[in-house]
Structures are given as C-alpha cells and as structure tokens.
C-alpha cells in the first residue's frame, strides 16, 4: 500500500504556487496556501473528496464545523456552500491538498455495481447517518493508494485515458463501503424513476436550450416538486447537472475531436462564446484556449 508521503512526492511537483492548480483528470485539483486563509467562501459542485497533504482545515458550513489534517480525509456529500480557513500555513511550510469531485451518474453507477456483486448495505446505517453536509474520516490505506496511483495516470496519456477512470471508480467503492459509506450512500439513495428519466433527459438534450420547467413536464411534476427531488436525489440541482454534462461534452469535442472553443461551446448549447469561455474557466480551471494547449 501506498503512504501519504508518496502522494506527498506526486502531487507537491505538480503545484503551480499558491491557489489552485488545474489537473488534466477533470475533478482532480491541486491546491497550495503559503499564507493564512481566513473564512474563504468557497462552493463545493458535487461530491467532493479532499485530502490534507500538509496543513490544517476548518471548513464551516453554518450548522456545522469539520476540522482535518494530514490522516484524515473530507467526503463533502453534495452542492454545498462553506467557509474554509487555512491557519499557520507559510511560505516555509505551505498548506498542500488534493481534491477530486465525482459526478452524480458515477457514483449511482458504482452503487449499483456493488449491489449488483451481491453487497449487502444495512438500511439502518443510512437512516442513523443523518442528511450531513460532510462527514471527516480516517484516511484508509486503500483510499490513499487508489488516490496515489490516480495522481500517477497523470504522467502518461494512455494510463490518464484508460485507467484514471477506472481508479476514480475504485475510489468511489472504498468510499462506498468505507467508514463514510453510509453518509455517501444515504446522499446518493432515494433515485426514483423520474429523476432518472429526468437525467437522461438532460443527457439527451444537452446541445438544446432546457428549464427546469421543460424537464419537469416531461416525468410529470411541478417544478418546484421536481428541482427539490432532484436535489436531494442527485446532490445538485438540475441545471447545475445541466451546466456539468455540457462542460464535460464540450471538453471532449475540443480535445477530442478538434473543435474550437466557439463552436464546441455552441454544440452543447452556449449561446453566447464568453458565457462558456467564463463557465468553462470557472468549473477546469483556465479558459479553453489554455486549457487546449496544456492537455493535447
């Protein structure tokens, strides 16, 4: 098994200074802080997996306040807005952290696959987990060598197409069956049949102009029934999903299959190519333009 000094050597070289540091897994970012942080308001997408390399964090989400460090991993279960403080970090000992979001189709994939191979979850557990906005549990061997080798894809771009999509799926059964399980699963559980024909309704109709007024008629509910069923169902809300499946398709024309930004942005449904260039640096982590020339 892997330890966190090795995860330590792998990703501390990627780190382009202080802040974020885009990877070209998406979800996968790096982050460094030579300085204190106080109360940063920051917004968690989806399913947020985050480990401490170097450091302390104390992330307050109103109602409750976590606290972890090297050894310990946070699981944030869905869209969530926080506060995050960073204390006595410096340029001579810098705060180091690794996060990685799991879209909501990937984790419902991953529940079912358990499920399918036969494990058994106690319904009990998710019902005493209660609806947290993030739980912190002990960093497990298996979650920091997955997360260890997931950070190693990145050397080669074979292994980044092939196997990194593998890993993260590997990541999300630990944390499924892991000392969080019950908080994660009781976040992804209660699906019905209209907010999953709902997703593949969006996923269908990705490249077209939608409301949540459009795919609420279409699984027969009124909208506001439906945009709080199906945040409470997939952990964000429905355009939110939207935004997410248009960014990702938009990311594979480009690097995929050579289209530019403008007309990658306006396949998926961009109107406007500034509305995407700004969606788009905001949700990598740089515009297309250099988001393009650092991963072909």
């Known amino acids: 098994m892997r330890t966190l000094r090795q995860l330590q050597r792998q990703v501390l070289p990627r780190v382009e200074g202080a802040g974020l540091t885009v990877t070209a897994i998406p979800g996968l970012w790096l982050s460094c802080a030579t300085g204190p942080v106080l109360a940063k308001r920051v917004e968690a997408r989806m399913v947020t997996l985050a480990v401490i390399l170097a450091g302390q964090k104390i992330v307050d989400f109103g109602d409750r306040v976590f606290t972890y460090d090297p050894g310990n991993y946070l699981l944030i279960t869905g869209e969530r807005r926080y506060q995050a403080t960073i204390k006595g970090a410096s340029k001579t000992s810098p705060y180091y952290s690794v996060a990685l979001e799991f879209p909501p189709e990937k984790i419902a994939e991953a529940l079912l696959a358990l499920t399918d191979a036969g494990v058994h979850f106690d319904d009990d557990d998710e019902a005493t987990a209660g609806d947290l906005p993030a739980v912190v549990a002990k960093l497990d061997p ?54 999953r024909r709902a997703r593949s309704y969006l996923q269908k109709h990705v490249g077209t102009r939608v409301s949540v007024d459009d795919v609420a008629r279409h699984v027969a509910m009124s909208a506001s029934h439906f945009a709080h069923r199906f945040r409470e169902v997939v952990r964000v809300s429905p355009m939110m999903y939207l935004k997410h499946l248009r960014l990702e398709r938009a990311r594979v024309l480009m690097l995929g299959d050579g289209l530019g930004a403008a007309e990658a942005g306006s396949t998926v449904g961009y109107a406007s190519p500034s509305h995407f260039t700004r969606d788009f640096k905001s949700h990598f982590g740089a515009p297309p333009g250099a988001y393009l020339s650092r991963f072909r």
Not at 146 to 171: F, G, N, S, Y
Not at 186 to 193: E, P, S, V, Y
Request: glycine share 8%.
């Open 142 to 195: 298996a979650i920091l060598d997955a997360l260890v080798r997931l950070v190693e894809c990145l050397h080669d771009p074979v292994t980044l197409k092939v196997l990194a999509p593998i890993v993260m799926q590997e990541l999300l059964f630990h944390l499924l069956r892991g000392s969080s399980g019950a908080t994660l699963r009781r976040a992804a559980a209660g699906d019905d049949g209209r907010i």
